[in-house]
Nanobody
Framework: QVQLVESGGGLVQPGGSLRLSCAAS????????MGWYRQGPGKERELVAT???????NYADSVKGRFTISRDNAKNAVYLQMISLKPEDTAVYYC???????????????WGQGTQVTVSS
């Protein structure tokens, strides 16, 4: 199966920057779209940004112009560069991948364990 491991979260002051990384490992035949989602305190999980294998991106309106998603297909990795962070960006950030573990199987949604991002002075 496919495992996703995030890293790069932490505590940052408003206006600061962070870069999240997510690496996929295990049995991987193909990965289509990868993305980042977040869940703030008392809120539902929401989309932050996605990127297709070809590099097409999609962002939530709340992060446009501040967050940049990128990926390295050779490394099965996806990244999220976050600048001008706001307190409302505080959340657990989850990596997601639409992946097929074997050539004979279909595609499934895989999730990382999440990494905490806290924006506070």
């Amino acid at each position: 199966q496919v495992q996703l491991v995030e890293s790069g979260g932490g505590l940052v002051q408003p206006g600061g920057s962070l870069r999240l990384s997510c690496a996929a490992s295990g049995s991987i035949f193909w990965i289509n779209t990868m993305g980042w989602y977040r869940q703030g305190p008392g809120k539902e999980r929401e989309l932050v940004a996605t990127i297709t294998r070809g590099g097409s991106t999609n962002y939530a309106d709340s992060v446009k112009g501040r967050f940049t998603i990128s990926r390295d297909n050779a490394k099965n990795a996806v990244y999220l560069q976050m600048i001008s962070l706001k307190p409302e960006d505080t959340a657990v950030y989850y990596c997601n991948a639409e992946a097929s573990p074997y050539a004979s199987t279909g595609f499934y949604d895989y999730w990382g364990q999440g990494t905490q991002v806290t924006v506070s002075s």
